[in-house]
């Protein structure tokens, strides 16, 4: 039955500020454990709620608003100095605003929410009354049983993840992700989850992922995405007024095309058209880089989140992090913002988990107890550098190394050849992990190959420096957005393909006299480099030609290196995605027109590859 019928407007737009209230409540409470007698804000916390439970009782959502007036009593006696904070009473206030999360997912579904689970209440309760909190409420209990963990799994300090999953997004794990032994998966699909429940206010159209009269179980919440954007009215005043001048210069080459037609070609005719496509081309790069600005976004809507996940993690570890943001006002595109989430979420996992020592590993290493992790963000030319920095213990590449010996990963000839980079970049391999215990954070050796596999995807490459006893530097380099994309142009025939320019090192002339066969397979010397070739033709699938190829283009593709071949180059360009939806053949990423109005494939090089070495 619907539960809201003839308020789905009103409940989408407290979705959407509410949801966006409660980030900023989360935001602020990790600020007040650091700074617990600033009475501003507390009472920034106080407003929040209150009018989260306003609205709440608005719609008549009577468990939610039973919930929010217990927290907010609880600040209002942190700000009229009744109470003092503790490491035990934030952990039932992040409780709280976790089943509160919880219930705004039970309204997004057009249902009334559930009571709260019987301890948070009693926590809240408890603590109002100036007692003792009995039980922290990390999580409300799951409704399921957690998902199966593998033989000799142990949860730090009981952390259910299941539970907390549960508790975050009102949406049991196994329901979610099926029924898994990897725990990594459960804390990712946490924090996806967390992402696309952001809310930007009430000049947005829809509410992202709140469409309202779902059935249960309809919609899996990796799958729920943003789809609006809130967008600065400055930068749409600049769209409209360049939008407006493009129909001006529109009108003026009519009226040209009109004149020529009619068999007005003087020379001050062909003048003044040739000024006025001049005044086009630079209105349409002027309106494409404004509309550009209308998707980008600061990146510390994403970073906000982070430092709550630390603070939780170190404490079921035993540890005290704090993570530190800078350059959250960096903007990069909003779609790639969403796709950075599970790649950070697995690095600052990491960092904590397996970066920074305990506190009494930091005190016998003369450090400070306290292990700051820091997350920045800055813009260098048309790319943004993200690093995750800790203080931590370091990695030593031999180590790594022969764990990967150890694991079956690699061979003893492959690991006698690799420096240190490459020893380095050993942690990328799926199935690599340093634990020698599996626990419900980490041991099973998935999540480096899942953040390297996607930060490809988004045409950025990922970097590591790391000293031993001082700390580890993960560096993030990516293109500024995606909707744009430099590409270089090779012909094959009468056909034109793409790739990427980032993964372009240099162009080459090839001869049949510099290929040599090395096992059958062709390969050229480049400064000394033995390189495999690799004919287009053969990555799509085409029959070879008689004629030898006459480019080639040394590509590099992670840590890996190799010419492709073709019969020649067109140049590079910025070229504009088109994705194929209903039809995309395999190693095709999408189309793109060039100038003389042919169409373009834009190749999937990771996707031709896999082909190559599958066979």
Not at 231 to 254: F, P
Not at 327 to 345: A, F
Not at 529 to 535: D, F, K, S
């Amino acid at each position: 039955m619907n539960d809201f019928a003839g308020m789905e407007e009103l409940l989408s737009d407290f979705l959407l500020e509410a949801g966006e209230m409660l980030s900023d409540v989360d935001s602020k409470l990790m600020e007040l454990e650091k700074r617990p007698d600033d009475a501003s804000l507390l009472n920034e916390i106080f407003r929040g709620f209150h009018t989260i439970k306003g609205g709440a009782g608005f719609l008549n959502a009577t468990e939610l608003v039973a919930l929010c007036h217990l927290t907010e009593n609880l600040f209002d006696k942190l700000r009229n100095r009744e109470l003092t904070l503790s490491a035990e009473l934030m952990d039932t206030i992040f409780a709280a605003t976790a089943e509160v999360r919880k219930m705004f997912s039970a309204l997004q579904q057009n249902q009334q929410p559930t009571a709260a689970p019987a301890e948070i209440l009693e926590n809240l309760k408890a603590a109002l009354d100036g007692k003792a909190i009995v039980k922290v409420a990390a999580a409300a209990p799951a409704s399921q049983p957690a998902a199966d963990t593998a033989p000799g799994a142990k949860a730090p300090d009981g952390v259910d993840w299941n539970a907390l999953y549960t508790a975050l997004t009102g949406t049991d794990i196994v329901a979610t992700v099926g029924v898994t032994r990897d725990q990594e998966k459960i804390a990712s699909a946490i924090s996806e989850e967390e992402s696309t429940k952001k809310a930007f206010g009430r000049r947005g159209a829809d509410a992202p992922g709140t469409t309202v009269g779902r059935r249960d179980g309809d919609v899996a919440p990796k799958e729920a995405k943003e789809t609006t954007i809130r967008v600065d009215t400055d930068r749409l005043d600049q769209v409209l007024n360049l939008s407006g001048e493009i129909g001006l210069t529109k009108n003026r080459l009519t009226h040209l095309r009109s004149d020529i037609l009619q068999g007005r070609n003087d020379v001050d005719t062909l003048r003044e058209l040739d000024r006025s496509v001049t005044q086009l081309d630079m209105l349409v790069v002027n309106l494409q880089n404004a509309v550009m600005k209308t998707r980008m976004q600061p990146i510390g809507r994403l970073f906000k989140k982070y430092p709550r996940l630390a603070r939780d993690l170190a404490r079921s570890l035993g540890k005290d992090v704090e993570l530190v943001l800078v350059g959250e006002e960096t903007e990069m595109d909003k779609t790639m913002i969403e796709d950075l989430n599970d790649p950070l979420v697995h690095l600052v996992r990491n960092a904590v988990d397996h970066g920074v020592e305990t506190i009494e590993g930091r005190v016998a290493a003369g450090k400070p107890e306290k292990s700051i992790v820091e997350l920045s963000a800055r813009q260098e030319g048309d790319h943004i550098l993200i690093t995750i920095t800790d203080d931590g213990r370091g990695m030593r590449p031999e180590v790594i190394r022969n764990k990967a010996i150890e694991k079956g990963l690699i061979t003893n000839e492959i690991a006698n050849t690799l420096d240190e980079k490459q020893c380095m970049e050993l942690i990328f391999l799926p199935g690599f992990s340093t634990k020698e215990e599996i626990s419900s954070v980490s041991g099973r050796g998935v999540g480096m190959d899942v953040v390297k596999t996607n930060i490809q995807k988004l045409n950025g490459t990922i970097d590591i420096h790391s000293e031993p006893g001082r700390g580890s530097v993960f560096t993030i380099a990516l293109p500024l957005t995606l909707a744009i994309l430099p590409v270089l142009i090779l012909r094959l025939g009468d056909q034109s393909f793409a790739v990427p320019l980032s993964m372009v090192r240099e162009i080459l002339s090839v001869t049949p006299e510099q290929l040599q066969q090395v096992s059958g397979r062709a390969t050229m010397v480049v400064r000394g480099e033995v390189l495999p070739v690799l004919p287009l033709a053969q990555l799509i699938g085409w029959e070879a030609s008689d004629v030898p190829p006459e480019v080639g283009v040394l590509m590099q593709f992670g840590s890996n290196s190799f010419i492709l071949s073709a019969d020649g180059f067109a140049g590079h360009d910025d070229v504009v995605i088109k994705s194929l939806d209903t039809f995309r053949p395999k190693g095709v990423a999408g189309v793109t027109m060039s100038s003389e109005g042919d169409i373009v494939l834009i190749l999937d090089i990771k996707e031709l590859l896999s082909d190559v070495r599958g066979h």
